[in-house]
């Protein structure tokens, strides 16, 4: 069983497009994360959720919104798609709030805007 | 302010040894982290120092001096798939996620 899954792997859209990536743990985690990897493999944190509420926002646009049904659950909605949020979105979750440090990720999702 | 630095790139022959040098800024310390990425794939965790030491695990070894704001990663033995990046993190002031470095991509050649 794959411990955090997202779908889908690849995504390729027209600017001004709304998309959405899903995530799902299961490992029993309380804290989901959302990050971004531009081209130059730089991971920025972009939300993460502990319980089901956003705990942080690093300064994103409101284009992207994090919606957790529950707490296995983290999909990101991105409106109004623009080239620079082509990039790979990693999904990532950790047992309770950062700890040790130890991020479970899921493998990416490839999002290329044309 | 919160800031990494490490190296872009780095080359080395299969089994050597090389270190992967990290210098960080940041206020209220609450560990260090190193991650491995391969290419094309998720960053997989590889070790967490809390206090000043080494940390040996296998192959890996970790060091962290938090007077100096400086870490690194030691690579034994080296193999072809040790080729990957490696980033070094800390945890946000707020204490709720990491901050990855740039990451540093290692080559191994045979």
């Known amino acids: 069983d794959t411990a955090v899954s997202q779908t889908p792997k690849y995504l390729v859209t027209q600017m001004g497009n709304d998309k959405s990536i899903k995530c799902e743990q299961n490992l029993g985690h309380d804290t989901m994360y959302w990050y971004k990897q531009d081209s130059k493999k730089f991971l920025k944190i972009m939300f993460s959720y502990n319980n089901k509420e956003l705990i942080i926002n690093e300064t994103v646009p409101n284009r992207f919104s994090p919606k957790s049904p529950d707490k296995a659950h983290l999909n990101l909605h991105i409106n109004s798609l623009e080239l620079g949020d082509s990039a790979v979105y990693f999904c990532?979750?950790?047992?309770?709030?950062?700890?040790?440090?130890?991020?479970?990720f899921g493998e990416g999702s490839r999002l290329t805007v044309l | 302010g919160q800031n990494i630095d490490q190296p872009t790139e780095m080359t080395a022959t299969e089994g050597a040894i090389v270190q992967i040098n990290c210098t960080y800024q940041t206020s209220g310390f609450n560990g260090l982290f190193w991650y491995q990425q391969h290419a094309g794939e998720a960053p997989t965790f590889l070790s967490y120092n809390v206090l000043d030491g080494l940390e040996e695990k296998g192959r890996f070894s970790s060091f962290l001096s938090r007077s100096k704001g400086y870490s690194y990663l030691l690579l034994k033995e080296l193999q072809m798939k040790d080729s990957a990046s490696y980033l070094c993190?800390?945890?946000?002031?707020?204490?709720?996620?990491?901050?990855f470095g740039k990451g540093t991509t290692l080559s191994v050649s045979s």
């Open positions: 993190a800390f945890v946000n002031q707020a204490g709720t996620a990491l901050i």
């Open positions: 990532a979750s950790s047992q309770t709030g950062i700890g040790t440090g130890e991020l479970f």
